[in-house]
């Protein structure tokens, strides 16, 4: 299944087709798929060109794996262990040329996040971030020291049966996507004009 946006005006149809599923469908995403995926990720701009970015990934049967969904909160337990990876993303807080504060390391993290979904959809996978998870857990778990900010985690797969899908979740799977209105959060002159 697509769930293609309604859109205002034209955009790439990787954007088009790029939304936050929860039905997957169990199977393995191939190494070179994956591979093109964090690829992607790494080109991302940063400040700096820091690539502050850091990304433990997890296959479907891996010890890894079953870490990180370990740290999901139960309602994204209960669909993201269909997913045939899940990546947690991690966000290194300083800067490596003069060690100090890096106030855009998660904002940055995030733009590789993206370019990692979108790269998703042209291998002809979904993907779904969540903030629903441990990050305290997922830093003991993984021994993640201070010095990183633990922001999110990405399921990647292929699209499964949204009938599957627990019934709670099955009506939000089948909505019609929306966004807000341009002048709900596109301005000029001024803030909120």
């Given at each position: 299944?697509?769930?293609?946006?309604?859109?205002?005006?034209?955009?790439?149809?990787?954007?088009?087709?790029?939304?936050?599923?929860?039905?997957?469908?169990?199977?393995?995403?191939?190494?070179?798929?994956?591979?093109?995926?964090?690829?992607?990720?790494l080109w991302a701009a940063s400040a700096f060109n820091e690539?502050?970015?850091?990304?433990?990934?997890?296959?479907?049967?891996?010890?890894?794996?079953?870490?990180?969904?370990?740290?999901?909160?139960?309602?994204?337990?209960?669909?993201?262990?269909?997913?045939?990876?899940?990546?947690?993303?991690?966000?290194?807080?300083?800067?490596?040329?003069?060690?100090?504060?890096?106030?855009?390391?998660?904002?940055?993290?995030?733009?590789?996040?993206?370019?990692?979904?979108?790269?998703?959809?042209?291998?002809?996978?979904?993907?779904?971030?969540?903030?629903?998870?441990?990050?305290?857990?997922?830093?003991?778990?993984?021994?993640i020291n201070r010095g990183y900010n633990i922001v999110s985690?990405?399921?990647?797969?292929?699209?499964?049966?949204?009938?599957?899908?627990?019934?709670?979740?099955?009506?939000?799977?089948?909505?019609?996507?929306?966004?807000?209105?341009?002048?709900?959060?596109?301005?000029?002159?001024?803030?909120?004009?």
């Open positions: 299944m697509v769930n293609k946006t309604t859109n205002r005006y034209p955009i790439s149809s990787l954007i088009e087709n790029r939304w936050s599923t929860r039905a997957f469908s169990g199977s393995k995403v191939e190494e070179g798929k994956l591979n093109s995926i964090l690829e992607a990720g690539q502050p970015w850091r990304f433990i990934v997890g296959r479907k049967g891996s010890e890894t794996y079953d870490k990180i969904l370990s740290t999901l909160v139960e309602w994204n337990q209960r669909w993201a262990g269909k997913a045939g990876v899940l990546v947690l993303n991690i966000a290194k807080n300083t800067f490596t040329h003069n060690n100090k504060p890096n106030a855009t390391c998660n904002y940055d993290l995030g733009q590789a996040a993206a370019f990692m979904s979108i790269e998703a959809v042209n291998q002809g996978l979904c993907s779904h971030q969540m903030s629903g998870f441990d990050a305290q857990k997922a830093a003991e778990i993984f021994n985690v990405t399921a990647i797969g292929y699209y499964g049966d949204a009938e599957e899908l627990p019934a709670d979740m099955q009506k939000s799977e089948n909505e019609e996507r929306s966004r807000k209105n341009f002048n709900t959060m596109v301005f000029t002159g001024k803030f909120e004009n």
